[in-house]
């Protein structure tokens, strides 16, 4: 079963923009963590944000913030005042107390001069 | 310091071979997993190791394939008579901890061709 939603197969935005990028998860399980990566055309998966599912504040890391609704089971993440450098494929995961880690299937940003 | 490595970088194979992949995690870490990712696609998940125990092994598309890490630290994939549909990158990703609170780190990937 699909654990992972990301529903934007891509996005586009004006660079110095700020851009949403959603993800939906499901879980039974009270104990999980969602992570945000990314992953240039080289090919390398660059870790960006993680936010745990006890975590009463929203994460963020620099540029990057998770909006983070557990009662929603979404996960967005939120990247500021975008670089043309952000174009790359973003993943949402989730990672379920058990060990398994499934992925979404990604989001390609295009970041516009 | 030295992150995950995985060779070979690519490989190519003639249908019906075996091929082996080899992963080395970050030292101490205690967590590894396997993924394949298709072109275009997310990574999906394969397999667990949580020292020398594979703790999950639901992914494994078939019994072609078969994990091992039998000091809990590198790791071997092995695909027996490859497939084309059995192409993808397969990554390598290894965690601090077995917490679910702890990011993966990331190897390069090992780019298989079947032909």
């Known amino acids: 079963a699909q654990k992972i939603t990301q529903t934007q197969p891509g996005m586009f935005v004006q660079e110095k923009e700020a851009v949403t990028l959603d993800c939906t998860y499901d879980?039974?399980?009270?104990?999980?963590?969602l992570f945000w990566y990314k992953q240039p055309s080289s090919g390398e998966m660059i870790f960006l944000i993680y936010?745990?599912?006890?975590?009463?504040q929203n994460a963020t890391e620099g540029r990057y913030s998770l909006n983070f609704q557990k009662a929603r089971k979404s996960a967005n993440l939120v990247i500021s005042a975008s670089q043309l450098g952000d174009s790359a494929m973003y993943f949402c995961?989730?990672?379920?107390?058990?060990?398994?880690?499934?992925f979404g299937a990604g989001t390609r940003l295009t970041v516009k001069p | 310091g030295a992150g995950v490595s995985q060779s070979p970088r690519y490989k190519v194979a003639k249908r019906g071979q075996d091929v082996a992949l080899r992963c080395d995690p970050i030292?101490?870490?205690?967590?590894l997993f396997w993924y394949q990712q298709a072109l275009g696609q997310g990574p999906e998940f394969l397999t667990y190791?949580?020292?020398?125990?594979?703790?999950?092994k639901s992914g494994l598309p078939s019994d072609r394939f078969f994990a091992e890490r039998p000091e809990g630290s590198v790791s071997t994939l092995k695909i027996q008579r490859t497939q084309q549909e059995d192409s993808a990158v397969y990554l390598c990703?290894?965690?601090?901890?077995?917490?679910?609170?702890?990011?993966?780190?990331f190897g390069p990937g090992t780019r298989l061709t079947v032909t």
């Open positions: 995961a989730m990672r379920e107390a058990g060990g398994q880690c499934r």
């Open positions: 190791f949580q020292n020398e125990a594979q703790l999950d």
């Open positions: 879980t039974s399980d009270p104990s999980y963590g």
């Open positions: 030292s101490g870490h205690v967590s």
């Open positions: 990703a290894s965690s601090t901890h077995r917490d679910a609170a702890y990011e993966q780190y």
């Open positions: 936010q745990g599912s006890y975590d009463q």
